[in-house]
């Protein structure tokens, strides 16, 4: 934890005054690097952690102030999918232990002093909670807590991503509220580019519903390019005039291109399309599937320019 005197005020305080760049594609990016195992079972490995620390030091020196940890499917329900279920505790402490090595070298490098954030990834559950699918609301909530309980203390705040049920992301948030009454939380579902969920749920209808249920800041992520996005920032701020928001657009539409997955935004394409969400006073800006330190790179330039501007 880099501000260790950070609470949930003082972030939202610095939110209030100018927009902050989050990091892009983990994930995706480990894939196209040839590794075909779950992201998150890396933490376990010492050789692998070490360009785990590689992917958030380039996310750093692009000029991320918020480093996302390797921990979207760390849940005790994802894990257990996965046989890792008995290293929930090693896995997401790794994580955050790798995001705090990859600042440490960053800082003494560079000198930068700037305020950096770790934010504690959490990401859906891998299966549908009833009456859709055979997850009780409770067990879901229980699966969420626990994950919360490792990283609340060591992360700066809890980002919530890639749901795409209203109920798993309520939740999600009431399972981290169980742990913590002060931790920030950020929670992003996915949209289609009608602005729905694939479980029906409006951009419009979830941003009350969810500031109502204890987060702080709500937005969207993954599922669309940064063109597409659009309409979903409209739709949120719309819905809420005053609330935070957050947004991280995948680099365009996936593609497949001799066996590899191609992403069609460049970095200048997508640092065009997210400047036409600066009207709109997003909290949080960056990236996911598909982008790399040169699109956050771009986008955190282009948020620069509008910060000094206010």
Do not use: W
């Not at 890396?42 to 590689?54: C, M, P, R, Y």
């Not at 979903?232 to 590899?260: C, H, W, Y």
């Not at 997955?261 to 969400?277: G, K, L």
């Amino acid at each position: 934890m880099i501000n260790e005197n950070a609470n949930r005020k003082e972030f939202l305080d610095i939110l209030d005054k100018k927009i902050l760049i989050s990091d892009g594609s983990m994930g995706a990016t480990l894939m196209t690097s040839g590794f075909s195992a779950l992201p998150d079972s890396l933490n376990l490995d010492s050789s692998h952690i070490k360009k785990i620390i590689d992917i958030h030091l380039g996310y750093l020196k692009a000029g991320s102030d918020i480093i996302i940890t390797n921990t979207l499917n760390s849940t005790p329900t994802k894990l257990e999918f996965h046989g890792l279920r008995n290293k929930i505790k090693e896995i997401n402490e790794n994580a955050v232990s790798a995001v705090n090595e990859a600042i440490d070298i960053y800082r003494t490098a560079s000198g930068d002093s700037k305020p950096i954030f770790i934010a504690g990834d959490m990401g859906p559950l891998g299966k549908l909670l009833d009456p859709f699918g055979p997850l009780k609301y409770e067990e879901a909530l229980d699966s969420f807590s626990e994950q919360a309980d490792i990283l609340i203390g060591k992360a700066d705040l809890i980002a919530i991503e890639t749901i795409m049920d209203l109920n798993e992301a309520l939740a999600a948030i009431k399972g981290i509220r169980k742990i913590s009454k002060d931790v920030p939380i950020a929670c992003s579902l996915t949209f289609g580019e009608n602005g729905v969920t694939l479980m029906g749920n409006k951009a419009e209808d979830v941003v009350n519903v969810l500031i109502d249920a204890g987060s702080d800041i709500i937005g969207a992520n993954c599922s669309v390019g940064s063109g597409a996005m659009l309409n979903v920032v409209k739709k949120m701020r719309e819905a809420n005039t005053n609330a935070r928001l957050i947004f991280q657009p995948n680099a365009g539409m996936p593609s497949l291109v001799d066996g590899k997955t191609i992403f069609d935004e460049t970095p200048e394409v997508m640092a065009s399309n997210i400047s036409r969400y600066l009207p709109y006073k997003p909290s949080i800006l960056g990236a996911c599937c598909g982008s790399t330190p040169e699109h956050i790179k771009e986008i955190a330039m282009i948020v620069s320019d509008y910060n000094n501007k206010r």
